[in-house]
């Protein structure tokens, strides 16, 4: 579903990603994780369209997201690290309006918009305004949204930070509900490492802007004599404390000139 191959990014001299190689197999939970500033914003911009790769290949359901972005998009939904939903709309108008910027049909969309308000559990409250909703709810009301036009690839960009346990469990038994009815591709960055040890089928790890290691959560405590995957992604990275300046309003922006192409 998606293949990367010697994928590179620079800015000026710095080098963001340098000849990162990985598959994603089609109906697969794939889990991206690095510390700050490893690569995987820069990475993930690029795969959503939102960056050219400097080079290397990218391809999305057997497509080029450079040579074909407006028909990537339409296969792809992505729930982004910083909220996007409008809080003074309902829950079921946020639904709406994206039903209606991704040309889903009137009567496919309203269909669609009760079966998944239905399964993240916000059906009761479809009429109420997003900006009383709870930070778990409106997480799931964001990857609802995400999900509307029925894309073939999720992307989720640390879609529980900040969300109490309960929350966190509850939102990724839906994700794996729906991986596993609809059979929905889902690439997930996170750094809570009990998640992706939980949900993930493969994983790969990437640092300093390279792959440093791939394979199931197993493969990785294997390969690094650990008992856990956070052990086993501490001994492939180091324990030194990262930073990275993360701007969610500008990749908002860059979200919206890009349909507006």
């Known amino acids: 579903m998606i293949r990367v191959e010697n994928l590179v990014k620079t800015f000026g001299d710095v080098i963001a990603v340098e000849g990162v190689s990985f598959d994603v197999r089609a109906g697969e939970i794939f889990a991206f994780l690095g510390p700050n500033g490893a690569g995987k914003t820069t990475t993930i911009k690029m795969l959503t369209t939102l960056l050219r790769p400097t080079s290397g290949s990218i391809t999305l359901d057997g497509l080029d997201p450079a040579a074909k972005p407006l028909d990537v998009r339409r296969r792809f939904g992505i729930v982004f690290q910083d909220p996007s939903l409008d809080g003074d709309l309902t829950a079921y108008e946020n639904m709406e309006l994206h039903g209606v910027l991704y040309h889903v049909p009137r009567r496919v969309r309203t269909e669609r918009i009760q079966t998944l308000l239905s399964l993240f559990e916000l059906w009761d409250r479809r009429g109420s305004r997003v900006k009383e909703f709870s930070g778990g709810m409106k997480r799931r009301l964001e990857i609802a949204r995400g999900l509307l036009h029925t894309p073939k690839i999720l992307f989720l960009d ?23 009815t609809e059979g929905v591709t889902v690439f997930l960055t996170t750094h809570y490492m009990d998640e992706a040890e939980r949900v993930a089928h493969r994983i790969a790890v990437i640092d300093h802007g390279r792959i440093v290691a791939q394979g199931s959560p197993q493969d990785l405590k294997q390969q690094t004599g650990t008992e856990s995957l956070e052990q086993a992604f501490l001994a492939l990275t180091g324990s030194s404390i990262r930073d990275e300046r993360v701007d969610g309003a500008d990749q908002m922006r860059q979200m919206a000139r890009m349909w507006r192409r």
């Open 158 to 180: 640390e879609p529980t930070l900040g969300l109490d346990p309960q929350s966190r469990n509850q939102l990724w038994t839906h994700v794996r509900h729906l991986n596993e």
